[in-house]
Every structure is written in structure tokens, then in C-alpha cells.
Nanobody, 125 residues
Framework: QVHLVESGGGLVQPGGSLTLSCAGS????????MGWFRQAPGKEREFVAA????????DYPDSVKGRFTISRDNAKNTVTLQMNSLKPEDTAVYYC??????????????????WGQGTQVTVSS
């Protein structure tokens, strides 16, 4: 069983930054791919970033590319999402996820078997 716990959400002004962290249980190293998704009220869950535990390859959608950075600490079983130049449209609940999937399929929520409880990010002046 894999347990994921997100932290670091909050309220930030447009143009500001936030860092989200995802802490996993000791069995997290067995899961090949980690991802971040977000879901705004009335919208579908949206892919934000993904990273492979082995090798560290990453993937981002165009909406966050250049602003968000995903990284991982293998020794601590943690994944971090650094979010810069935040916009009001980034407002959502952000979820950490773990799944055995290729990076090409990492954008698909159904490919992930484990999810955190989510953390709210609000970008507003």
C-alpha cells in the first residue's frame, strides 16, 4: 500500500510562488511514475506535471511549462512541485499521484493507482 500526503497549498497573489510537497510511504520507491494533477470547481482533473523515479525525466502541459518544476528526492520519498508566476487560472485543488505508467501516458489520471487527499491553491489579489 502506498500513502501520499500533500502539503504547501495556500493563498498567493498573482505572480507569486508556492511550493507543494508530496510525502510518500516507504513503498513509494516501487512506483515508477509520480504526477501532479489539479481540479478546479466544475472542471475535470487536469494534468500538471510528471516525473520518473528512475532517471528523473519530466513532462508538463503547455499551460504550466516554464512556470512549474517537478522534482523528487529518492532518499526521502518526496516529490515537490515548485510553482512560479502563478495566475488566477492556476487556482484549484492540487493532487499528488503515483502510478506504474510510461511518461507518455502520465497525463492520464486513470493510469495512477494512488492519490493524496489534495491541497488547495488559491491565486487571488
Amino acid at each position: 500500500q502506498v500513502h501520499l500526503v500533500e502539503s504547501g497549498g495556500g493563498l498567493v497573489q498573482p505572480g507569486g510562488s508556492l511550493t507543494l510537497s508530496c510525502a510518500g510511504s516507504d513503498t513509494l520507491f516501487r512506483i515508477d511514475n509520480m504526477g501532479w494533477f489539479r481540479q478546479a470547481p466544475g472542471k475535470e482533473r487536469e494534468f500538471v506535471a510528471a516525473i520518473k523515479w528512475s532517471g528523473g525525466r519530466t513532462d508538463y502541459p503547455d499551460s504550466v511549462k516554464g512556470r512549474f518544476t517537478i522534482s523528487r528526492d529518492n532518499a526521502k520519498n518526496t516529490v515537490t512541485l515548485q510553482m512560479n508566476s502563478l495566475k488566477p487560472e492556476d487556482t484549484a485543488v492540487y493532487y499528488c499521484a503515483a502510478g506504474q505508467t510510461s511518461l507518455a501516458a502520465a497525463t492520464i489520471p486513470q493510469r495512477y493507482g494512488y492519490w493524496g487527499q489534495g491541497t488547495q491553491v488559491t491565486v487571488s489579489s
